[in-house]
């Protein structure tokens, strides 16, 4: 019995004892999380999150930091260790919470209403409450069965509930949901049927949204869609971002015609610091009968001349759409780094033409 109590006692004296765990958040309102664990007689700390087997990370400090990013409930599973390898145990729960961090609308590159030499023809600033009906109409579901993924495999449910007016501004905000069998929701918004133009100054200044997967558009395609189709209607892309890390500093400008099947061809535009959802942008293009010109906050960056034979495409009336889509060939998808939901907010769109 004597030699079972000194058995005990080394195995006791190498254990664990008395762990303690505290968790905080760093910045408040952020998925940062900084976890303090001590314990009597540890060498060594393991971070489990979740249902997770494995530790998410090993040391023998007992400090962990862990960035979450999606709001939820989530659980910590500590474990301090001892010579001896036995552990303690400790599970506790951490809520993250993000907060609003809306840019104001008067952040930002703004352009003048009155330019020498044109005159305003139509514009919305997106006043009152409501979107306006005689400017705007939706395009609804998922494109199927005849566009099924909108033509590029995207991964949304379009509905008009995810678009709204408020302060001055409109947003369009996609939405990680199941709708429509779909996982994901946002809106297309079209004048179509409502407001074309042909040639002019066109500026539009909005706030881009984030994450990998999400794919923010301002564009066009032409009146004659409905008879001869794409790429024959032509498409006038003023604005197009791919989110993700290391390219929410680009946006593109594209032309979309037929040369005996699609051709296209455009240039991109880079900031020289931050990115597109950090302020308001201005996205513009000057077309007339020649050329159209790409801006982003009236520094030029792309020209394509429209006079070859082969693009009539782009000498007729073009409606505007504003959409987000979620996945794509082209940006793909969501994934464990994309935060929902994400918006697109538009201060104004302006048309002028030539006086």
């Known amino acids: 019995m ?65 960035t979450f990013l999606q709001p939820g409930t989530y659980s910590l599973d500590i474990r301090a260790f001892g010579t001896s390898g036995r552990y303690l145990r400790r599970v506790v729960y951490v809520e993250i919470v993000f907060e609003d961090e809306e840019v104001p609308v008067d952040q930002g590159y703004v ?32 494109g199927c069965p005849d566009l099924c993924g909108w033509g590029n495999n995207e991964s949304q449910y379009y509905r008009q509930q995810n678009a709204w007016v408020s302060d001055g501004v409109l947003t369009i905000e996609a939405r990680e949901e199941n709708f429509g069998n779909r996982n994901y929701t946002s809106a297309r918004m079209k004048t179509q049927g409502k407001q074309s133009f042909k040639y002019g100054r066109i500026d539009i200044r909005a706030l881009l949204p984030r994450g990998q997967g999400i794919w923010p558009a301002l564009w066009m395609l032409g009146n004659d869609i409905e008879t001869v ?50 302020e308001y942008h201005v996205f513009s293009i000057i077309w007339d009968d020649t050329s159209i ?22 000498h007729q009336e073009f409606f505007f759409i504003f959409n987000v889509a ?16 994400q918006q697109m907010r538009v201060d104004y769109v302006r048309v002028f033409q030539e006086n």
């Not at 514009?123 to 400017?135: A, L, Q, Y």
């Not at 604005?239 to 015609?257: F, P």
């Not at 010109?293 to 782009?314: A, C, G, K, Q």
Request: proline content about 5%; some cysteine.
């Open 111 to 142: 352009t003048p209403l009155e330019y020498e030499g044109y005159d305003l023809v139509w514009h919305d600033e997106f006043e009152g409450n409501s979107i306006n009906t005689d400017n705007w109409v939706f395009e609804i579901g998922d």
């Open 2 to 66: 004597a030699f079972a109590c000194e058995k005990d006692e080394e195995v006791n004296k190498d254990d664990p004892s008395n762990l303690e765990i505290e968790v905080v958040i760093e910045p408040e309102g952020s998925g940062n999380v900084i976890i303090y664990a001590s314990a009597d007689n540890a060498v060594e700390y393991q971070l489990r999150i979740g249902d997770n087997d494995e530790p998410v990370e090993t040391n023998n400090s007992g400090v962990f930091e862990h």
């Open 293 to 314: 010109r790409w801006f982003v906050n009236d520094i030029e960056y792309h020209e394509m001349l429209i006079t070859p034979s082969h693009m009539t495409e782009f």
């Open 326 to 341: 979620v996945g794509g060939i082209w940006p793909g998808y969501p994934d464990e780094t994309t935060v929902f939901p």
């Open 229 to 278: 189709g794409w790429p024959k209607c032509g498409e006038i892309d003023i604005m197009e971002m791919i989110g993700g890390s290391g390219r929410e500093n680009q946006v593109h400008g594209t032309l979309h015609w037929d040369n005996n099947g699609h051709t296209y061809q455009g240039g991109s535009y880079t900031l020289p610091t931050g990115t597109f959802g950090d």
